[in-house]
């Protein structure tokens, strides 16, 4: 079965610093795979994602992730922290079957953003 | 564009109590439609998806259930509510031949 793992519940960078946030899969084939930022009582925002092709995928907001397929990962990365990036960060991949084509999430990172 | 709404924003109903969450498409023809839980503190759960009118499957059992009355709305509903019920719905959708996936603002359901 197709899982995902984000191993950081959460994480606490101060503003300018730079950002990493893990995501592992686990999946029978490439899969398609997604990042998605949520804010407090809000939806989910689509922040990148990444089909086929050049493995470093850029996003809204001076986000980028890499597809490492040795690795199983997707991580999410952004150079320079802003404090309006606090929010909680999930990874999912998809589809799990052409007849399903639903998303697998991962249980999310919270981030903190510290002056 | 296109857009998704959900409605109601915030719910708060008593145990055995009906429910009706609704959430409706714009700009866009055939999508595929989902819901999904998100219980505090973790991620999200699929519970049905649609690929047309009438099509509904359900990935998990319990006292809620789906319908698809028209090309662009899903109603997510239950004969009576339980506590564990309690949760954020979100509402998704996507292009027929597409997989990414585009959430709706959410309802916050509480169950007293």
């Known amino acids: ?115 | 564009s296109q857009t998704i709404h959900q409605w109601p924003a915030t719910l708060v109903q008593p145990v055995g109590s009906p429910l009706s969450l609704e959430c409706t498409v714009e700009g866009t023809s055939n999508p595929n439609l989902y819901w999904y839980r998100q219980a505090a503190g973790r991620g999200l759960q699929l519970l049905f998806y649609s690929v047309g009118i009438g099509q509904i499957s359900s990935e998990v059992p319990q006292n809620l259930s789906a319908s698809r009355p028209q090309d662009r709305q899903f109603i997510l509903s239950s004969k009576k509510l339980l506590l564990s019920d309690s949760g954020f719905y979100l509402c998704a959708w996507s292009g027929a031949l597409q997989e990414t996936q585009y959430f709706g603002p959410g309802t916050r359901l509480l169950v007293l």
């Open chain 1, 1 to 115: 079965a197709q899982s995902v793992t984000q191993p950081d519940i959460h994480i606490t960078v101060s503003e300018g610093a730079s950002l990493e946030l893990r995501c592992n899969y686990s999946y029978g084939a490439t899969p398609y795979l997604f990042w998605y930022v949520q804010s407090p009582g809000q939806g989910l925002q689509l922040l990148l994602k990444y089909f086929s092709g050049d493995t470093l995928v850029q996003g809204i907001k001076g986000f980028e992730a890499e597809f490492k397929r040795s690795q199983s990962s997707f991580n999410l990365r952004k150079p320079s922290v802003h404090w309006s990036d606090a929010a909680e960060y999930f990874c999912a991949v998809g589809p799990m079957d052409t007849g399903r084509r639903a998303l697998t999430f991962g249980s999310g990172t919270r981030l903190q953003v510290q002056p």
